[in-house]
């Protein structure tokens, strides 16, 4: 049976044992939906280290103007778990408009056949958003989602296909509290994934990159970044950050649908024992 298929028949279901799930949930604390979870720590890949000279790369993303305003949407669904509203502005600043959550990686950079794996790696859905809600691995790493609700969760995974649109790697439903399942490392290839929910959750996103080599980070709170032990040579650097603006609230589908992703490219030199200053400043596209 489909994934799609199992989240219809499970979404039929799940008022069963709502009465006994909800009792779960009411001993636990959570938050608004409207809350963003915070960013997570840059996750570079382990790799052994190279045996020639090296030099860091480090460097802020800004968002150059003023942020958009708050939107929200009204929560439809399992508000005692979700709330009443959600944020669907996929923008998260810190200080000085620093831009949370970002990828940063060098582009065209040749696959490191010998990259380890890390340990299994959780995306938890909790309080109805994913979190972590941007993180990035090496290629062959273990993967698990996790479902912390009392509700019916699925996990879309889509990667970018050949024509430019997008192609599901995995579609799972997930009705139980505490459910993990583990994803076949072998069906999860190098580029970046993008997660949704199709249960009445359509705000619920985050992104994986999944990495061949060991030169990606993810923006921090002040949206900073470090790449270290790259090694001396000149680089293309890449910005990736999901598009900001919800441009159709699908409801056929139950999913939002966003504008484009951001991206930009530089140019760096890499120097011995040197530290590259690579800053991105990206202002949103006009209109939005």
């Known amino acids: 049976m489909s994934g799609c298929k199992q989240v219809r028949l499970l979404r039929h279901l799940r ?12 001993g636990c604390s959570s938050k608004p939906a409207e809350d963003v979870p915070p960013a997570p720590a840059s996750a570079s890949p ?9 030099g860091r790369i480090r460097g802020v993303v800004r ?10 949407e009204p ?5 005692n778990v979700c709330g009443n509203k959600v944020s669907v502005s996929r923008l ?14 060098l582009d065209g950079v040749p696959a490191v056949h010998d990259l380890r794996p890390q340990q299994a790696v959780v995306v938890d859905q909790k ?13 062959g790493t273990k993967l698990e ?22 192609q599901t790697i995995f579609n799972i439903a997930m009705p139980v509290q505490g459910q993990r399942v583990p994803i076949d490392p072998g069906r999860i290839k190098p580029g970046i994934i993008t997660l949704s929910c199709e249960a009445g959750h359509p705000w619920m996103n985050a992104h994986i990159f999944v990495a061949d080599h060991p030169y990606v980070a993810v923006t921090d709170e002040k949206g900073g970044f470090v790449i270290p032990d790259v090694p001396v040579g000149k680089y293309r650097i890449k910005m990736w950050h999901e598009g900001v603006t919800m441009k159709k609230n699908n409801k ?4 939002y649908d966003y504008e484009d992703p951001y991206e930009i490219t530089q140019d760096v030199v890499v120097e011995p024992n040197g530290e590259a200053v690579v800053n991105f400043d990206f202002s949103l596209r006009a209109g939005d």
Not at 146 to 166: F, M, T
């Open 15 to 26: 008022h069963f044992c709502m009465a006994g799930a909800a009792l779960v949930f009411f």
């Open 46 to 54: 382990a790799t052994p280290a190279p045996s020639g000279p090296t």
């Open 63 to 72: 968002l150059k103007g003023q942020a958009p305003a708050a939107a929200v």
């Open 75 to 79: 929560v439809t669904e399992n508000q």
């Open 92 to 105: 998260a600043l810190g200080a000085e408009n620093g831009v949370q959550r970002a990828f940063v990686y």
């Open 127 to 139: 309080n109805c958003q994913y979190a972590p809600y941007a993180l990035a691995i090496p290629a």
């Open 145 to 166: 989602m996790s479902n912390s609700d009392p509700i019916l969760h699925n996990v879309h995974a889509k990667e970018k296909s050949e024509d430019g649109g997008q």
């Open 252 to 255: 056929a589908l139950q999913r």
